[in-house]
């Protein structure tokens, strides 16, 4: 059974930074594309970054390019998020997820992943 389990959320002030982490278990990481995904209150959940199997190639929405940066550690069955210059509109509850056939023309469709995490909250106070 695959499990992913989110880790870093919290409060921040604007400007502020936070580092998420999401743990794989029960398959090895490098089987899967991964992703960031988030969702605020009454809103759609919404795609922020996606990360190729390799790690070679990486994948975001406009608004947080040049401030996120999604990362891998397959030896570590982990996938990261460093968010920087975090903003209120940030503020979301952040989910991981995993697709082990994720076509790069749908890295922005949740229905494209397999597996998901339960969620960490950020909060970004202005």
């Known amino acids: 059974q695959v499990q992913l389990v989110e880790s870093g959320g919290g409060l921040v002030q604007a400007g502020g930074s936070l580092r998420l982490s999401c743990a794989v278990s029960g398959r090895t990481l490098s089987t899967y594309a991964m992703g960031w995904f988030r969702q605020a209150p009454g809103k759609e959940r919404e795609f922020v970054a996606h990360i190729r199997r390799s790690g070679g190639h990486t994948y975001y929405r406009d608004s947080v390019k040049g401030r996120f940066t999604i990362s891998r550690d397959n030896a570590k069955n982990t996938m990261y998020l460093q968010m920087n210059s975090l903003q209120p509109e940030d503020t979301a509850v952040y989910y991981c997820?995993?697709?082990?056939?994720?076509?790069?023309?749908?890295?922005?469709?949740?229905?494209?992943?397999?597996?998901w995490g339960q969620g960490t909250q950020v909060t970004v106070s202005s």
């Open positions: 997820a995993a697709g082990t056939g994720v076509i790069l023309s749908s890295i922005g469709n949740p229905t494209q992943y397999d597996y």
